[in-house]
């Protein structure tokens, strides 16, 4: 990012990091550390992928055919998987790359010096909200 150390007070990357590849993930949030004070905040959000899994298996999605989703199944491979409708982008920008549980990210961003993880979900909805304040 074309920004200095600890430029920033907050770093919102809402819908974001699902879109990273795996190999990518650990050299972004470094980049979005680096570019965050000490106390600084990061405020992620990304599909839950527990909460599809379990809405999948007991078959509780309800289709939408406005978006193509013809079945239930066909919803959670979506959020899962993102919009890769050419109007978002196809493959290249609307497919998601990686997920996250709500474990993984919190070890995750221990790892790289945060703390204060808090960990919110929705129930209307089908992604974790993670705000972490970063170290130092």
Do not use: C, M
């Not at 990091?17 to 550390?33: N, Q, Y």
């Not at 549980?101 to 204060?116: H, P």
């Amino acid at each position: 990012l074309p920004f200095g150390d600890g430029a920033f007070d907050e770093l919102v990357a809402r819908d974001l990091i699902e879109h990273i590849p795996p190999s990518e993930t650990r050299s972004a949030l470094a980049e979005w550390t680096r570019v965050l004070k000490p106390g600084g905040v990061l405020k992620l959000r990304f599909p839950d992928l527990v909460k599809i899994a379990t809405k999948l298996v007991s078959g509780g999605f309800k289709p939408d055919s406005g978006k193509g989703l013809l079945t239930s199944d066909d919803v959670a491979v979506w959020l899962v998987y993102g919009d890769q409708s050419p109007e978002w982008g196809g493959t290249e920008w609307g497919s998601h790359k990686t997920g996250f549980t709500a474990l993984q990210i919190e070890a995750l961003l221990k790892s790289f010096g945060y703390y204060q993880v808090i960990i919110g979900r929705n129930s209307d909805e089908f992604n974790i909200y993670v705000t972490a304040v970063k170290g130092g």
